[in-house]
């Protein structure tokens, strides 16, 4: 009984974590997915509900099933099952916490140790950082996401995204691209504010 409580509580959890989890998978896929990652999260909150829901059935399921074969009160039946109820709950907050706040954090952070600045685009004579403001993020997927997105546009040299801050800084060569190009790059269903605009020396990108 327990080990179908854990079941269902780590059902859940995934439940919840799906659109992090997805928007993960499809960074590691590649090119071609990055605006579709990026989306995915801007509906953690419908995830998050959807899996709690599901657990919440799971055990409301469980204790109808259980009612049917005593003829217990519901306080009774509440008492006499709580362990079930406590298991279900208990793996299905494990389950988020550890996607959400361990696995998917590391990942994201070892994706972007890994990225590296986009090839010198024909030595421009300067370059601009762009900072916006991006409204809707609810994880770290998110802002992932959203980076290699606008990496995978043509001018935009560098692109760091941060959830904590809610901003993304842009490198870009305004030869090629132009700021309202930019900002029409964040994938939907994000909003974005500009905040400033520097024109800033080569060098300073090449580190």
Same mark, same amino acid.
Not at 50 to 66: D, E, N, Q, T
Not at 154 to 157: A, E, L, P, T
């Given at each position: 009984m327990l080990n179908t409580a854990a079941v269902r509580g780590a059902l859940g959890g995934f439940i919840s974590s799906a659109c992090c989890l997805g928007s993960l998978i499809l960074l590691l896929i590649g090119a071609g997915n990055f605006a579709l990652a990026a989306s995915l999260g801007a509906y953690r909150t419908y995830? $998050? !509900?959807? &899996?709690? &829901?599901?657990? !919440?059935?799971? #055990? /409301? *399921?469980?204790?109808? +099933? +259980?009612? +049917? @074969? =005593?003829? =217990?009160?519901y306080s009774q039946l509440v008492r006499s099952e709580s362990k079930f109820i406590a298991t279900t709950l208990l793996t299905?907050? /494990? #389950?988020? &916490?550890?996607?959400?706040?361990? $696995? $998917? %954090? *590391?990942?994201? /952070?070892e994706i972007s140790e890994k990225d590296i600045i986009k090839a010198e685009l024909n @030595? %421009?004579?300067e370059l601009r950082e762009l900072t916006l403001r991006i409204g809707g993020m609810s994880c770290e997927s998110c802002a992932e996401a959203i980076e290699k997105s606008l990496m995978n546009v043509? &001018? #935009?040299?560098k692109a760091d995204v941060s959830y904590a801050e809610g901003t993304a800084v842009v490198v870009y060569n305004p030869s090629i691209i132009t700021q309202s190009r930019i900002v029409e790059s964040v994938p939907q269903p994000y909003s974005v504010e500009v905040v400033s605009e520097s024109v800033i020396a080569v060098n300073d990108v090449r580190g």
């Open positions: 995830f $998050i !509900l959807a &899996g709690l &829901g599901f657990v !919440l059935l799971s #055990i /409301a *399921y469980h204790l109808r +099933k +259980k009612a +049917k @074969q =005593c003829a =217990c009160s299905f907050t /494990a #389950i988020f &916490g550890v996607v959400n706040f361990a $696995i $998917i %954090p *590391y990942v994201t /952070a @030595q %421009p004579s043509n &001018g #935009i040299v």
